[in-house]
């Protein structure tokens, strides 16, 4: 027995130990692979690589896309995917030179078929993250089975991806975007144009923008629009007219809680009507030298007031069957 005793412990530690050692020398080998890689800050896998980089033990997270670029396979979310990948694995290595725990690895199908057929993908792309299997953030339940980024749910920004992996690992990985000098020179152009144009243009659009009658117009047209009732109809989508029941069209709406499309148009017109007419008695007719002119002028306008006026409590009377008065000619 105590001859055995040595041998056990031994064996105990070294069980415990050899692990570590292992995982050690794979975080050693893949900060290597990660510090030489083209795509900076992603180590490209082949099939046996996949196989170490995912496989147990691991003190470390690896994030693995497996994807398909070539152009043969017509895979547009590869493409649109790739660019942000390579943006956060970017990212992450600029601020963690040695990696420090989080690994990016990526798979083409043109260079690891045989991984594709051993996990059964029929489709691309795909991001696996393989928490660690040993260490203080071990994650128990995950270190045979990744964690799946959900493309359909989330979308491609690395963001995402970045919000994904601190989700899941102990890592905040941050998305840095480089500056887009195109973006802010179109922008700049853009504006430099305009002020360009707004400079010439000015003397010609000046009395457009300072004309009183202009503004007055679309004050009267934007009052006249919401007086009528155009916003109820907008948000309550009423119907245009409707049929009376007896073969006819129905235009009013009886009752104060709901209006027609057409009723709101003939109110609308109305009101212009109504304006026009007590601005012309207010500042045209005054104007008219002629008396005789003049005369004929406040008559007609004042027949029209009567007139719109009249038509006017005669829908109000539509509405409300009960309202008792009304104004001649009309009733």
Not at 98 to 107: A, H, Q, R
Not at 262 to 282: D, R
């Amino acid at each position: 027995m105590r001859f055995f005793a040595p041998i056990v412990g031994f064996l105990s530690l070294a069980s415990t130990l050899l692990p570590t050692v292992l995982a050690d020398s794979k975080v050693s080998k893949f900060t290597s692979l990660t510090a030489g890689s083209k795509l900076k800050g992603i180590v490209r896998l082949t099939d046996a690589l996949y196989t170490e980089f995912t496989s147990a033990p691991r003190n470390y997270s690896a994030v693995v896309l497996l994807t398909a670029l070539d152009q043969r396979f017509s895979c547009a979310l590869c493409q649109e995917f790739q660019p942000e990948y390579e943006l956060l694995a970017k990212s992450w290595v600029a601020k963690h030179k040695s990696s420090d725990g989080l690994f990016f690895g990526e798979l083409d199908f043109a260079d690891a078929k045989a991984t594709f057929q051993k996990l059964q993908l029929t489709t691309a792309p795909i991001l696996y993250l393989f928490p660690p299997s040993t260490g203080d953030n071990v994650d128990v339940a995950h270190i045979e089975t990744p964690y799946q980024f959900d493309f359909t749910q989330y979308g491609v920004p690395a963001e995402a991806v970045a919000h994904f992996i601190s989700q899941h690992t102990s890592h905040t990985p941050p998305v840095v975007r480089p500056f887009d000098y195109v973006k802010f020179g179109t922008m700049a152009g853009g504006v430099l144009v305009a002020i360009a144009v707004l400079s010439i243009a000015f003397s010609i659009i000046k009395p457009i923008i300072y004309s009183r009658n202009l503004w007055a117009a679309i004050s009267l047209i934007a009052v006249l629009l919401f007086t009528s009732g155009h916003m109820f109809n907008h948000i309550r989508h009423v119907p245009y007219v409707v049929n009376d029941g007896r073969g006819g069209v129905s235009y009013v709406a009886p009752g104060f809680s709901n209006q027609f499309g057409l009723e709101t148009q003939i109110v609308a017109v109305l009101y212009a009507l109504l304006a026009f007419a007590t601005i012309s008695l207010a500042m045209k007719a005054p104007r008219i030298e002629d008396p005789t002119g003049q005369k004929a002028a406040i008559l007609i306008w004042n027949a029209v007031l009567l007139v719109g006026f009249s038509f006017l409590m005669s829908l109000f009377k539509q509405k409300n069957g009960g309202y008792p008065f009304f104004l001649p000619p009309l009733f």
